[in-house]
């Protein structure tokens, strides 16, 4: 099925550890995020990618980085994991390049913990 | 900047009634509008958008959205509620005099009970 592919679905760290969370989607969408879900605080963007070569820093990017690896895959890196980064982490992705009105398809989450 | 609140952690609702979910928004510009479903351990599910045109928006699974410019409001409703419509409710604006990311409020979650 077309959609947004998110791997691991879950992940418990230790404090320092390293990972990187992997995202691809298979409808030629221009445009990719990753967000956090924390309880009470909705989603917050930490990075997003408006096209293929590009990334830009949203609400929350300390401590993360990020890859457009090709149009299809987006990935998140936690150098250094804290406990503080322990949420859930939602890739998404969109057709707008630029003023599009479409909205998002999310991946189904990672769980990440981390002790 | 914009920004979206919904007022209500936690809404219930009786099976077979009416509900509402509350979105208020601020922009600078137009608004673009999006309601999204979560349900447990998914991801965020596009219901419905209000873009330009006829204020009332419907969706999908019955939903329906009113945006009302006035009072900067985009309530998400129903006219008779189902069980399996119990989830988290996330609506997102975008401001278009500031690019294409949305800004989503902190969710609203909806039980119906039986």
């Known amino acids: 099925n077309a959609g947004v592919t998110q791997t691991p679905k879950f992940q418990v760290l230790k404090t320092g550890q390293s990972m990187t969370l992997q995202c691809a989607q298979d409808m030629n969408h221009n445009s990719m995020y990753w967000y956090r879900q924390d309880p009470g605080m909705g989603l917050r963007l930490i990075y997003y990618s408006a096209s293929e070569g590009t990334t830009d820093k949203g609400e929350v990017p300390n401590g993360y980085n990020v890859s457009r690896l090709n149009k299809r895959e987006f990935s998140l890196r936690l150098e250094s994991a804290a406990p503080s980064q322990t949420s859930v982490y939602f890739c998404a992705s969109s057709e707008a390049g630029d003023r599009g009105n479409y909205g998002y398809t999310f991946g189904s989450g990672t769980r990440l913990t981390v002790v | 900047a914009q920004s979206v609140a919904q007022p209500e952690d936690q809404v219930n609702v009786a099976e077979g009634n009416p509900l509402t979910v509350k979105c208020t928004y601020s922009v600078s510009g137009n608004p673009y509008l999006f309601w999204y479903v979560q349900y447990p351990n998914r991801g965020l599910q596009f219901l419905l958008k209000y873009i330009t045109g006829d204020n009332l928006v419907k969706g999908s699974y019955g939903f329906e959205a009113e945006f009302n410019k006035s009072q900067t409001s985009f309530h998400l409703k129903k006219p008779s509620a189902l069980v399996s419509d119990s989830a988290l409710y996330f609506c997102?604006?975008?401001?278009?005099?500031?690019?294409?990311?949305?800004?989503f409020g902190p969710g609203t979650r909806l039980s119906v009970l039986p």
């Open positions: 997102a604006v975008r401001d278009d005099n500031y690019g294409q990311n949305f800004v």
